[in-house]
């Protein structure tokens, strides 16, 4: 049985008729497996990271652990969620990072930091100079040269991420005067669901090139390059996903022009975690309304804001509820175009956008697909105080 069919049975088991059935539910061995293909299909100098953010649940980071080399946190929380994991190198990124942060993984000796301006250089100078201790730093470099399509772009535009590649000389110069501080590498995370392998690989053979020719230029002594994460998932045709057979071939071929004593590190998000999660939420009713046809569902994007936030329909199936218990005739609609919507009272919170359902009646249950990365954790889960999702791990 596949996992995605061992999870409707799952659900079926558990559902009970008188509440209605929202949950998250993660296939664990699935992404166990999945992380430890991914790491095995990458060069030996390349090394899997994993970003928190994508999601932090401890169960899932459990799992994770098991197979990466390392985790990326964006916040002094998220690095708290790893003191249980001693031996996994630790980076920190992130805009806006506290002093307390700062002071945290100078204090714990995590293997980077990533530098997101002079001025946090400067406040991690000091900090490590009352510390006593010489910190080792990535800069963070919003490139020149955009990189292809992709969702979201943070490089080759303004944005408030990283240092402008056009001031590196002035800034390499400051950054020379200070003695606590060591640039031993150089952090690159610019793109987000870039679903183009080919363009993945044309970022990061020109992020190396970039890494050698400033290690040249500036003296420096680097053993460290981060790619960042981005890698994509196709929501909308499933039937395209990102190439990764082709990206880790290419990767290889690329990594015979880095030298052996770089650590090259992806520290993925979504890519690794996106496809083990599901949300699923029970049909509370079913409308037309100037046309078009409505589903509402116990949850939302109160549990799920991907889809609103993107405004894509998010893919899904219905899994068919035979029990009715009502004494009243069950509503449904039948080969109908469907907008699928939450129990929230704004009309912005809609999981799904037109999408055609051969059948879909009160009772019955939605599960999205791609709900293990930026779903829950990006949602706004107090908004009306509905009740929270139960949370499953198969
Ligand atoms: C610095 C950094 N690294 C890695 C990631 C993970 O990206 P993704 O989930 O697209 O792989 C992010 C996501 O925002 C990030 O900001």
């Known amino acids: 049985m596949s996992s995605a069919e061992q999870i409707k049975t799952e659900i079926l088991k558990m559902k009970s008729a008188r509440h209605p059935f929202c ?14 293909s991914l790491a095995a299909s990458l060069p030996e100098q390349v090394s899997l990271y994993y970003a928190m953010k994508a999601n932090p649940d401890p169960v899932l980071i459990h799992a994770i652990q098991r197979h990466v080399k390392g985790f990326e946190a964006a916040s002094l929380g998220e690095l708290d969620k790893l003191t249980a994991f001693p031996d996994h190198q630790k980076v920190i990124s992130g805009p806006a990072k506290t002093d307390e942060f700062l002071k945290a993984a100078i204090a714990r000796d995590i293997r980077m930091i990533h530098a997101e301006s002079l001025w946090e250089v400067e406040r991690i100078h000091l900090i490590a100079q009352l510390l006593g201790k010489k910190v080792r730093i990535a800069l963070r470099i919003n490139l020149e040269a955009a990189i292809g399509k992709a969702r979201l772009t943070m490089a080759g535009k303004p944005t408030q991420f990283g240092i402008d590649e056009t001031r590196l000389p002035e800034i390499m110069e400051m950054i ?36 050698k020719e400033w290690e040249a230029q500036y003296h420096l002594d680097l053993n460290y390059v981060n790619f960042g994460g981005g890698i994509g998932i196709h929501y909308e045709k499933q039937d395209e ?12 071929e690329l990594m015979t022009h880095a030298p052996s004593n770089w650590e090259l590190v992806f520290e993925l998000g979504r890519y690794l975690a996106a496809p083990f999660g599901y949300y699923a939420a029970e049909v509370m009713d079913v409308k037309e309304n100037h046309g078009q046809a409505y589903v509402t569902v116990r949850g939302g994007s109160h549990h ?8 894509m329909s998010h893919p899904f199936e219905v899994i068919a509820v035979e029990e009715w218990e009502y004494p009243l005739s069950r509503p449904e609609l039948r080969e109908k175009e469907v907008w699928i919507a939450g129990e929230l009272c704004t009309p912005n919170d809609v999981l799904v956008r037109g999408e055609f359902c051969t059948n879909i009646r009160v009772g019955d249950i939605v599960l999205f697909h791609f709900a293990g990365a930026y779903a829950w954790t990006i949602s706004h889960h107090d908004f009306l105080s509905h009740g929270k999702p139960q949370m499953i791990y198969i």
């Open 23 to 36: 949950a998250y539910i993660y296939d664990i061995k699935g992404l166990e497996e999945h992380a430890l």
């Open 176 to 211: 020379k005067q200070l003695p606590f501080v060591e640039i031993t590498g150089f952090h690159f995370h610019s793109v987000s669901n870039n679903l183009d392998a080919s363009a993945h690989l044309a970022f990061v053979s020109q992020c190396l090139m970039k890494a």
């Open 241 to 252: 996903p990102f190439h990764w057979a082709a990206f880790s071939q290419g990767i290889h």
């Open 304 to 311: 799920l804001r991907l889809p609103a936030a993107w405004k």
